[in-house]
């Protein structure tokens, strides 16, 4: 699953409707006010990388999705010295 970010909710829902994904409001951390969120849409399909950047939008690997499976915890505590 990758994610799809887009300043202009029109790109967003070409997007989405194209490639069978859902938009909805992303956030970045920092950011107070709502209009400088981008538009963010779900999606997993071969041709994404190509439709996204043809409506001025970028991808990111979903790695850190909610539900997820969280990063693995240290065995063994860290020696500083």
């Given at each position: 699953?990758?994610?799809a970010y887009?300043?202009?909710q029109e790109d967003a829902e070409a997007v989405a409707e194209l490639l069978g994904g859902e938009v909805r409001r992303g956030r970045f951390h920092g950011e107070d006010d709502d209009e400088d969120h981008?538009?963010?849409v779900a999606v997993d399909h071969p041709d994404a990388e190509r439709v996204v950047a043809e409506h001025d939008g970028w991808l990111?690997?979903?790695t850190n999705e909610v539900g997820g499976a969280p990063?693995?915890?240290p065995q063994e505590p860290k020696r500083f010295k």
């Open positions: 699953m990758q994610l887009f300043w202009e981008p538009w963010v990111e690997t979903g990063a693995p915890l």
